[in-house]
């Protein structure tokens, strides 16, 4: 039973223009949740997070939106370039601090 | 700060041979992590520690998989007899305590096995 759900295996965004990536949970237990991104070769790298007691977070060009009543977190990155393109995961933090992760969307961009 | 280090970068062998995987944490960390990524199921928790001490191995595949983390700045994935379906990314990652805290990844082992 997957618990956290990236439903879009890729996505493609023109330069400039909003990227925005979907995840979904099932457990409302969920404290944290983090969006990582990894470029081929290397380790995933931590991009942003939000704790659930919030329903936005923003860091420069990436902001993150948790919807609780719905389940659903979403990353925008605007505007978006070609160093975006990658793979990104999202992560749901449990009260163990375990991290639950999704199966990652591959982003993108083209110039 | 070096970030977490992970040995050897790639990794061939044959079916059979013992393969040890290994990990420097981030200083400062008190939990590790090791992950396994395949094309098939994503990344994969395999065991955690938290003060050099394991919490939770029930990702880890099977017995012929194990790990220490003799101290907290050095860790070993080991996998004994290697099979080919062991081939895959194994990432280590540490952090920090505190809710929230975000896991440091190195940037993994590519282990092949033949």
């Known amino acids: 039973d997957q618990q956290v759900k990236q439903n879009s295996p890729s996505l493609s965004v023109q330069e400039g223009r909003i990227s925005i990536l979907n995840c979904d949970y099932t457990?409302?237990?969920?404290?944290?949740f983090l969006w990582y991104k990894k470029y081929p070769a290397e380790g995933p790298t931590f991009l942003i997070s939000?704790?659930?007691i919030k329903d936005k977070n923003e860091d420069g060009r990436f902001t993150v939106f948790l919807n609780k009543s719905a389940k659903h977190l979403s990353l925008h990155i605007v505007p978006s370039q070609p160093g975006d393109s990658a793979v990104y995961f999202c992560?749901?933090?449990?009260?163990?601090?375990?991290?639950?992760w999704g199966a990652g969307t591959k982003l993108i961009i083209k110039p | 700060d070096a970030g977490v280090i992970q040995s050897p970068r790639h990794e061939v062998t044959e079916m059979g041979q013992e393969v040890t995987l290994r990990c420097k944490p981030i200083?400062?960390?008190?939990?590790l992590f090791w992950y396994r990524q395949t094309m098939m199921r994503g990344l994969e928790l395999l065991i955690y520690?938290?003060?050099?001490?394991?919490?939770?191995d029930s990702g880890m595949p099977e017995d012929r998989f194990s790990a220490k983390m003799p101290n907290a700045s050095f860790s070993t994935l080991k996998i004994q007899p290697s099979e080919p379906r062991d081939s895959a990314v194994y990432f280590c990652?540490?952090?920090?305590?505190?809710?929230?805290?975000?896991?440091?990844f190195g940037n993994g082992t590519r282990l092949t096995v033949t």
């Open positions: 990652a540490s952090r920090e305590q505190g809710a929230g805290s975000p896991l440091h």
């Open positions: 200083s400062g960390h008190n939990s």
């Open positions: 520690f938290n003060n050099n001490v394991p919490i939770d």
């Open positions: 457990n409302s237990m969920f404290d944290y």
């Open positions: 939000i704790s659930s």
């Open positions: 992560a749901a933090s449990d009260s163990n601090y375990q991290l639950i």
